[in-house]
């Protein structure tokens, strides 16, 4: 069987025995940015559930245009105001350099890499928390997931002043 054909034959089961939620707006007011690493099961790992919060994945899980151009619309309109942003430890884009990237892929592309968790965490931080339109969001926290123990370290935390 092929990779989708596979993906098809399990969603038939998910399917039938799935919970339905209705509201499209995160319950808990919640979204989690966090890297595609396949070793990051997002939802067990920070005991969230279906219709809690949304979840944006990219490499290295670091704020791009498209990352804002999401939480500005999770903030607008879809009631997010607390943001978790969650790099992890042994993440390919630790230790590497834009330069390497792009020779490796032959992809012209800025690929943000991660000198330091602290660091990288607290500019992608800045970042969110000095865009205007991301006013609604009061609560920022950047936290490191340990992909060997499961454990998380809460590195950065950011509140709006009221
Ligand atoms: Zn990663």
């Known amino acids: 069987m092929g990779e989708v054909e596979r993906l098809l034959t399990a969603n038939a089961a998910y399917a039938a025995a799935r919970a339905n939620v209705a509201d499209p707006r995160p319950s808990r007011r919640l979204a989690v940015l966090t890297c595609m690493d396949a070793r990051i099961d997002v939802f067990a790992a920070l005991g969230l559930h279906l219709g809690e919060a949304h979840v944006l994945r990219n490499t290295g899980g670091r704020v791009t245009d498209d990352v804002l151009r999401s939480l500005a619309l999770s903030s607008h309109v879809l009631g997010v105001d607390t943001l978790v942003v969650m790099q992890h430890t042994k993440c390919g884009l630790a230790g590497v350099t834009d330069r390497e ?20 965490l607290r500019e992608d931080i800045e970042l969110l928390t000095t865009k205007p339109y991301l006013e609604p969001v009061k609560v920022v926290a950047g936290l490191v997931y340990d992909v060997e123990s499961g ?11 009221p």
């Open 151 to 161: 454990e998380l370290t809460d590195v950065v935390r950011w509140e709006r002043r």
């Open 101 to 120: 990237l792009q020779d490796r892929t032959g992809a012209d592309l800025g690929f943000f890499p991660i000198e330091d968790h602290a660091a990288s």
